[in-house]
């Protein structure tokens, strides 16, 4: 896991003289020489996660004249065993970012890590400077470190795993530092409040990136507005995801901490426990400590927005959820696992949800792991089945069926829409999305509709999720009190165990 030997560094790092950590402070004339936009209309970002995820997005990051990325954090310095859905799909996309087809040549595998990031950064920006060298780019392990040091900081973009999103957003917000985050804003639903408290009393711009401008949406709306299903009685969503591996048990076993990694840091709140290499990485998400699932991976995007359109702003009452089980083999005896250590690989929930401004109480259901509704009659009659991703609005009077973010949505039986006006049939491959609404919003002093202060009711949501799950019935929830009325025990999955210095 440590840097291979035979890795040329010098042509890894490109025009980067050095991977290690800078705090130099560069001219403004040279920053100026970075793009059209003067120094002081620039927002300053760190990127603090440099895995798969950070990588992929950091391209977007370097190539808005608005953003000048100054520094980079991650508990990992470098290594080639990052997990991904495509062996060279970053790579070629640093490549693309960079204009430069020999990027990651002598890498065996997927490279990821603070070195990697810094030298991302600092070579996109040297091929724009007249110069063609840049050295501007400070690298930090410990985030704490880094807010204790660096002044001027606009902006930090959270990219880490989920269970140290919470404690990294606070801590930005306690400087003063606007937020955006990657989903979920937390994997306890205690630690989602706090930090949409602290959202709300400290006044800085705060974005979940799960969100986005959706026309489908208000078509979706219009046509209930209309009536044209009648009363909504229950939302469907389901994805075929996990396509990370998921665990039954904990790892057996001592692994070496990997040279380079900061295994204690990576914990972050989660009490000590040994490293192994299946809690990192991509995989971290299946765990309850770590992670939220596949309805935090995925059901942000989907449901978020959903949320924000509809007027759904009341949190659920109750939730119900089944899993796929598990069983071993014990001495030649097939033996029942009992699991509360990760997700199941496929899984059901329900939620209901109380009356909503001009919506009836409905149930939300999710669907994951190859899970889905069965074909409604309307779909049936026209020969179809339930696609293996969509969102599914089921009325009094009818139906509407869409792709998993609703992408080209339909009433159904979708003869109905031949009497309907062509402008709502919407070509969801032609729609333009804004990935960079929470740019504006720091400039504006004005927040994003994705703004952490309106995202209680999803972070609820799928925090509840979690909960259902683990605690193997129905929990009833009072948003109020935030408590779980029907199940004392259930309580304490609300929040977590911490570890001494990191309680929130």
């Not at 919470?166 to 530092?177: K, L, R, V």
């Not at 229950?234 to 396509?243: D, K, L, Q």
Request: charged share 25%.
């Amino acid at each position: 896991m440590a840097p291979n030997k035979n890795l040329n560094r010098r042509e890894f790092l490109g025009s980067a003289a050095t991977v290690a950590a800078s705090i130099s402070i560069v001219p403004s004339n040279v920053i100026a020489g970075l793009g059209k936009i003067p120094p002081s209309d620039q927002i300053t970002v760190a990127n603090i996660g440099c895995g798969t995820q950070g990588l992929r997005e950091m391209g977007e990051l370097l190539e808005n004249p608005k953003v000048r990325v100054v520094a980079v954090c991650d508990s990992n310095k470098y290594s080639e065993n990052y997990i991904d859905w495509s062996p060279y799909g970053i790579r070629d996309d640093i490549r693309k970012t960079l204009g430069d087809d020999t990027w990651w040549s002598n890498v065996n595998g997927i490279a990821g890590g603070r070195d990697v990031g810094q030298a991302y950064v600092e070579k996109y920006y040297a091929k724009n400077n007249p110069s063609g060298k840049y050295k501007g780019c400070a690298a930090y392990e410990d985030f704490r470190e880094f807010f204790a040091k660096e002044k001027g900081i606009d902006a930090v973009k959270v990219m880490t795993p989920d269970h140290t999103h919470a404690s990294i957003a606070i801590a930005a917000m306690n400087n003063g530092i606007h937020v955006v985050t990657h989903k979920p804003i937390s994997n306890r639903l205690m630690e989602g409040r706090k930090v949409i408290e602290k959202a709300k009393s400290s006044g800085v711009i705060t974005h979940l990136l799960a969100w986005s401008d959706r026309p489908e949406y208000r078509q979706i709306k219009a046509w209930l507005d209309e009536g044209l299903i009648g009363e909504l009685k229950e939302i469907h969503n389901w994805s075929y995801r996990p396509v990370w591996q998921q665990w039954t048990k904990r790892p057996t076993g001592v692994e070496t901490i990997p040279e380079g990694f900061n295994w204690d840091l990576w914990l972050g709140p989660v009490p000590d426990m040994d490293y192994h290499k299946n809690y990192t990485h991509n995989v971290f998400r299946g765990w309850y400590d770590f992670g939220g699932g596949s309805v935090a991976d995925m059901g942000h995007y989907s449901l978020f927005p959903l949320f924000e359109t509809l007027g759904i702003r009341n949190s659920p009452i109750s939730v119900k959820s089944y899993g796929t089980t598990t069983r071993e083999e014990v001495n030649g005896v097939y033996q029942w696992v009992e699991n509360d250590v990760a997700f199941p690989a496929s899984c059901m929930i329900k939620w209901k949800f109380p009356e909503q401004g001009s919506l009836p109480p409905f149930d939300l259901i999710w669907y994951d792991g190859g899970m889905k509704p069965f074909a409604p009659e309307e779909l049936e009659m026209d020969g179809k089945d339930t696609p293996n991703e969509g969102l599914m609005l089921v009325g009094t009077k009818g139906k509407i069926l869409g792709g998993f973010r609703g992408e080209d949505p339909v009433l159904l039986p979708e003869s109905k829409m031949a009497t309907r006006p062509d402008s709502e049939r919407i070509d969801s491959d032609s729609v333009e999305r804004n990935t960079s609404a929470w740019v504006e919003a720091i400039q504006s002093g004005k927040q994003t509709p994705g703004s952490f202060i309106r995202a209680q009711t999803i972070t609820d949501t799928i925090n509840l999720g979690a909960v259902a799950l683990r605690s193997g019935k129905k929990v009833d929830f009072d948003a109020s009190t935030l408590k779980i009325t029907n199940d004392a025990d259930a309580n304490n999955l609300l929040t977590r165990e911490y570890r001494k210095g990191w309680e929130i």
